[in-house]
């Protein structure tokens, strides 16, 4: 980062990886908040030496510079924290006033904590917030990403429903009849899909061909909410859902119940082939599938949070409990490939019901916006992400040049905001003391998303809360 980027940064409103502190003659308590946080989200740059204010930024330059670095990275790298931190440090001389600034890179082993677990900070927005016991819980188990379910249960192959097994078996000679699986026995086919290791059954075996008895003694409550809703949003919708899918055996099972469902609210123009794919003339119903099997490998199902698929008349959304491996960005660029339930993804691979390699987000992508003529949208937070699959088409014409068109797509974007900040504001007027996580359900976007359009309202004098977090409420102050 280099003095103009430094500048450009503090001239933003919205300091997600960024964060500045006066810090002149020592190191502030609440840097080792933003440490954590910057740790267990996506990393960022914390400065010293420059003070915060509503109009702008000052800065103001550390004393004894080399001292108050020392000290900082000896504290990131010695007992304060559970894991050893090493930072990036860069120094800047504005006129003889020395700014420092480090980067705090991602953690790859979270929680990261200072001095005891509770101590553990997120970044939401341009703030660090306390984790709560479920995202630390999160954290934890996304410590052992691509292991879970590679762990063996007390089940064994009797265990195992006899009728998943065989339907499996059809459709892999169906779609794949020179496959070598299907010359072997049903046990042995189980063991090479590391369904059965050592004659018990893994966690990710039992989640595809297990009955819905044995998965609920390993899981209680075990389901893929599937919801098809008559509106945009919950509350402009006549009644909550009007369809939601009944209980199903096993992943396997979702699986078909789901897909049959979802091909029903994308456009197809062509026909299937006999064998229930998509052609190449039907990128969409591709897009759309690997978005359901993402759902089913990455999600995390040890999770309070379940696996939801809501379909609104103007969009469809895939919910997956659990953290991506790296940012979206990346993954695309990179094609990379890590699922979380890697032998949940071997089961369906095998099948042709997901790529072989890649991630499947490129044809999430491409095949969605080659046909809908705009790409899905991925937010996520630090125990979930979201994939929105748009049901309307881009109508800005084609001709138009690109910059016209952005700035067509940003008023249209724009208009959406405006009408999602009038809906919460009526939400808030019927209900004073309703709840972001409440706000989020009842809009259908995410509580990163409430929270971005509360700031906005706040901002704009449209609203402001009365009394604590806990026990307060909300007020419209215009309407």
């Known amino acids: 980062m280099d003095k103009k980027e430094l500048f450009d940064r503090l001239e933003e409103l919205e300091w997600e990886d960024f964060e500045v502190k006066e810090a002149k003659s020592s190191i502030p308590k609440n840097s080792f908040e933003t440490v954590s ?159 059965i290791v050592d004659g018990k059954v893994t966690i990710g075996g039992l989640l595809v061909f297990g009955n819905e008895d044995n998965i609920n003694r390993m899981l209680t409550d075990f389901r893929i909410d599937y919801l098809e809703i008559m509106g945009t949003s919950y509350s402009n919708a006549p009644t909550r859902y009007n369809y939601r899918l009944s209980e199903e055996e096993n992943l396997f099972r979702f699986y078909f119940s789901i897909f049959e469902r979802l091909m029903k609210k994308i456009d197809l123009p062509f026909t299937l082939r006999t064998d229930g794919f998509a052609t190449d003339s039907q990128p969409q119903l591709i897009a759309i599938r690997e978005a359901l099997v993402n759902l089913l490998m990455h999600s995390d199902y040890f999770s309070p949070m379940k696996p939801r698929i809501r379909v609104f008349l103007d969009r469809i959304e895939f919910l997956n409990p659990g953290s991506l491996p790296k940012d979206i960005e990346s993954i695309i660029k990179e094609d990379f490939t890590m699922p979380r339930n890697p032998i949940i993804a071997k089961i369906f691979r095998v099948i042709k019901l997901s790529e072989n390699a890649g991630s499947g987000f490129d044809k999430m992508f491409s095949g969605w916006k080659s046909y809908y003529e705009i790409e899905p949208e991925v937010s996520s937070d630090i125990d979930h992400y979201k994939i929105t699959f748009p049901l309307e088409k881009d109508t800005i014409p084609e001709k138009m040049p690109e910059k016209t068109r952005e700035k067509t797509r940003e008023k249209t974007r724009e208009k959406t905001r405006e009408k999602t900040r009038e809906k919460i504001l009526d939400i808030i007027l019927q209900n004073p003391h309703v709840t972001t996580a409440e706000l989020a359900e009842l809009t259908g976007i995410t509580n990163k998303g409430i929270e971005w359009h509360i700031k906005k309202l706040k901002d704009e004098g449209l609203l402001k809360r009365v009394g604590a977090d806990r026990g307060g409420h909300w007020e419209v102050t215009e309407k």
Not at 83 to 98: M, N
Not at 102 to 116: E, L, T
Request: proline share 2%; no cysteine; hydrophobic share 35%.
């Open 37 to 195: 946080a910057f740790s267990n989200t996506n990393g960022g740059w914390l400065v010293f030496g420059v003070k915060h204010h509503n109009s702008g930024f000052d800065i103001v330059g550390v004393v004894d510079a080399e001292k108050i670095e020392q000290d900082f990275t000896t504290a990131l790298r010695g007992d304060k924290f559970n894991q050893k931190i090493r930072v990036r440090s860069v120094k800047y001389d504005f006129d003889g006033k020395i700014v420092l600034a480090f980067y705090i890179p991602a953690s790859g082993q979270k929680p990261v904590y200072f001095n005891s677990r509770k101590n553990t900070f997120i970044r939401t927005g341009s703030g660090d917030q306390r984790a709560t016991d479920a995202e630390i819980d999160a954290m934890y188990r996304d410590s052992s990403f691509g292991l879970k379910d590679k762990e063996l249960t007390d089940f064994t192959i009797d265990d195992l429903d006899d009728r998943t097994i065989s339907d499996y078996r059809t459709y892999l000679e169906n779609v794949n009849p020179e496959h070598r699986y299907n010359k072997l026995s049903t046990e042995q086919l189980l063991e090479k899909l590391q369904v």
